[in-house]
């Protein structure tokens, strides 16, 4: 069992489906309560449900939602130990010469703003006091440029550089760390990796399992001297240059059309 984990409680964003499903599943068999959010309030009830835990449905760019999870976890379970900022957007998509300002901003919203005001609301409600985690999932995209995803890739830097800013301010109560996944096989990624195998050096792509472990593993005591670090699981996409075949990603990403008002 990873260390430290059973009787806390946490909070987990994006949880109903793909990363944040597994992250909450298994923080939920380690022995931790868990609240999860996500926007479809079936989908949390579901999800809620299966874990025993409980959930609240709205979006994480509503700055009074955050406070709203964070105040529900309290009144649930007397505690916030643990909080996973794992919510996020992809959109939009394309060249920034081309991108619309208020659509920048949204992507700024939810997969900056929102983990700062969630982190700010657990410090407040019981962090500062009794200490605690946080785990921000960011990108190993948010390490180098990519085509047309230029707004993803610089919100996602922010968030990474947000994440070592948080480990310095709030050191030693509370650690804070990022985990940064390569293709997974998740629905935001899903027109990149439905299109045909990717040739990773380790061979495949990633599933929401492998990501949950490493952010488990980082909210546990096991990584009790760790803050301030971003935690790279990749499949070796980070030393492609080095193996043959090339990365097809960043021709998938060049070619893919998306839906009208997507």
């Known amino acids: 069992m990873t ?35 996500a926007r479809d309030a079936a989908e949390v009830r579901r999800t809620a449900e299966q874990l025993g835990g409980i959930g609240l449905a709205g979006s994480v760019a509503d700055p009074e ?12 379970f007397g505690r916030i130990d643990i909080l996973v900022n794992n919510a996020a957007t992809n959109q939009p998509f394309g060249p920034l010469m081309e991108m619309d300002p208020q659509a920048w901003r949204e992507a700024f919203t939810v997969n900056v703003e929102a983990p700062l005001r969630l982190v700010q609301a657990a410090w407040r409600g019981w962090m500062r006091e009794h200490g605690g985690s946080v785990v921000n999932v960011c990108t190993e995209g948010a390490g180098h440029v990519g085509p047309n995803v230029g707004a993803y890739g610089t919100s996602k830097a922010a968030l990474l550089h947000l994440t070592g ?19 997974v096989r998740t629905e935001m990624a899903r027109f990149v990796w439905e299109k045909g195998p990717v040739d990773l050096p380790l061979g495949r792509i990633g599933e929401p399992e492998d990501i949950a472990r490493a952010v488990v593993w980082l909210a546990s005591d096991a990584a009790e001297w760790i803050t301030g670090a971003d935690l790279l699981v990749d499949g070796g996409t980070r030393v492609q240059a080095a193996h043959p075949g090339g990365y097809a990603v960043h021709d998938r990403l060049r070619s893919y059309a998306p839906p009208p008002h997507s």
């Open 3 to 37: 260390p430290g984990l059973h009787g806390r409680a946490a909070l987990v964003t994006g949880a109903t489906r793909g990363i944040g499903a597994a992250v909450a599943r298994q923080l939920a068999d380690a022995g931790v309560r868990v609240c999860v959010t």
């Open 65 to 76: 939602h955050a406070r709203a999870a964070v105040d529900l976890t309290l009144g649930e």
């Open 165 to 183: 800013q948080l480990a310095g301010e709030l050191a030693p109560r509370v650690r804070v760390n990022a985990v940064s996944p390569g293709l």
